[in-house]
């Protein structure tokens, strides 16, 4: 069974300044990792993926995530934050190679706050 | 290209009263459908998932159940709704084989009082 962590409830920054949302996981088996954003009300939209091959993954409104292996981290950046991007974040993981059916499995999400 | 409809949006119901939220799919074939709910200030539970028409798996015990009538509909469903049903519902596809990733629909808003 996959888990995972996020141990920040709530990030704070300033516009314009850079950001990083942590987000951990644990498998005993290979895994895919997922990022999705939830704006106030709203489903959740999908930021990127990690399904295999280079571990730095861009994803949609300049976020950008690195797989660590060995640290079993899937951490997602931005350079330089817009108040647009004020919204709940979400990592979540699921099994890989899975040719059944799949289940993902999400944190509890990171609340990024941007303020001016 | 694939699109993910939920109704109504936004529901208050007395408690007792029972409950029908339905998503459906456009765009695509035999899809896995998922059930998820979102309590304040926390994450996402898996309640139900759907390999296929009449197929439902379980999450967690609760006084909810679901039902796939047809390919791309999922339907939600409680007889009896209690305070602690509150909260935010989202429904979900994937396609049965990749990728891999789910999609998600805007979420219907249950306020039980």
């Known amino acids: 069974a996959q888990s995972v962590t996020q141990l920040d409830s709530q990030v704070p920054v300033f516009e314009e300044a850079p950001v990083e949302l942590r987000c951990n996981y644990s498998?005993?088996?290979?895994?895919?990792l997922f990022w999705y954003v939830q704006y106030p009300n709203q489903g959740l939209q999908l930021l990127l993926k990690?399904?295999?091959?280079?571990?730095l993954v861009k994803g949609i409104n300049g976020f950008e995530a690195e797989f660590n292996k060995s640290q079993t981290s899937f951490h997602l950046r931005k350079p330089s934050v817009h108040i647009s991007d004020t919204a709940e974040y979400f990592c979540?993981?699921?099994?890989?190679?899975?040719?059944?059916?799949?289940?993902?499995?999400f944190g509890t999400g990171t609340r990024l706050l941007v303020s001016p | 290209s694939q699109t993910i409809h939920q109704w109504p949006a936004t529901l208050v119901q007395p408690v007792g009263s029972p409950l029908s939220l339905e998503c459906t799919v456009e765009?695509?074939?035999?899809?896995?459908l998922y059930w998820y709910r979102q309590a304040a200030g926390r994450g996402l539970q898996l309640l139900f998932y759907?390999?296929?028409?009449?197929?439902i798996s379980s999450e967690v015990p609760q006084n909810l159940s679901a039902s796939r009538p047809q390919d791309r509909q999922f339907i939600l469903s409680s007889k009896k709704l209690l305070l602690s049903d509150s909260g935010f519902y989202l429904c979900?596809?994937?396609?049965?084989?990749?990728?891999?990733?789910?999609?998600f629909g805007p979420g219907t808003r249950l306020t039980v009082t």
């Open positions: 765009g695509t074939s035999n899809p896995n």
């Open positions: 979900a596809w994937r396609t049965g084989t990749g990728p891999y990733e789910q999609y």
């Open positions: 979540a993981v699921s099994e890989a190679w899975n040719t059944g059916f799949q289940k993902l499995v």
């Open positions: 759907s390999v296929g028409i009449g197929q």
């Open positions: 498998s005993s088996v290979s895994v895919y």
């Open positions: 990690y399904l295999s091959g280079s571990t």
